[in-house]
């Protein structure tokens, strides 16, 4: 399985078209295999149009924010964070975004995706997340 | 035609699963452990350790630790065996508490939070082994 890979589609700050990120089969893996189930939800979505009502793609398309140096040990990566069309239960039933809540969409320098999930709001602006103390580089916002 | 994401993730392992056990996650230098198959949000703790909490009732269901190669050298550095390449969760959690700083906790909600985690961690979950494959 080394060096396979699914691109997924992303809203670049730099030029405002598109850019490709890569989902490795390692982290496809992970996700079918260990879980938990609404991870997978969360990425595939669950309409008849492949991706309708995933947060990840969803997030990755239309962020309202996008963070950079996001981790305290290694330089580089990025966040992608903003409210998707839809959350998932753990059985796999779509609904409504979560109140009070954001996604975040986590990139590695090498432009993998490797981790997606729901993070609490900040009060004052429901679109970019309470705690933002590990990600301090905003490098794009939506206005 | 072009391969839809649904034909990856099949040919990644077929139907969605649930294994309760500490991964690394070699793509993010990070180790994450479910205790529980929920709908969940992330709990930022400090800089190296998120706690995951139910969506109904808030509980600690599982857990992520960042930074792990660092951690790995941190333990390295007080001759606790990493040789292997396994670390045990308890090990990785307690490095995680004396090594991260960068939280919007007072100190005692952080040594709270920790002990939180701690009490929802029977001893063999403390004891299982984490294969850190940085290859």
Known sequence: MAGRFFPLKAFCPKTGDTVEFRLTAETGEEVVKYGPKVRHHELLGGGLVDGQGSCVQDVLRSPSVIYGRIRQFQEGGSCYCGIPSASWTEEGSQCPPKPGMVYAVYINPRGEVYLWRWLRADKSNPNIPEDVSGMQVIQWQKH | ?135
């Open chain 2, 1 to 135: 035609m072009a391969e839809t994401l649904t034909d990856f993730l099949k040919s990644c392992g077929g139907e969605p699963q649930f294994k309760s056990e500490p991964r690394y996650n070699r793509a993010g230098d990070c180790v994450e452990y479910f205790f529980s198959n929920e709908a969940h949000h992330a709990d930022r703790v400090d800089g190296v350790l998120t706690l995951y909490r139910a969506d109904d009732n808030h509980s600690i269901i599982g857990f992520q630790v960042k930074g792990i190669t660092a951690l790995h050298k941190l333990l390295g550095n007080f001759g606790i065996a990493v040789n292997t390449g396994k670390v045990t969760v308890g090990m990785l959690i307690l490095g995680a508490y004396y090594s991260a700083g960068d939280s919007r906790h007072t100190a005692d909600n952080r040594r709270r939070l920790y002990e939180s985690l701690n009490e929802r961690l029977d001893p063999d979950a403390c004891r299982q082994p984490v294969l850190v494959d940085q290859n």
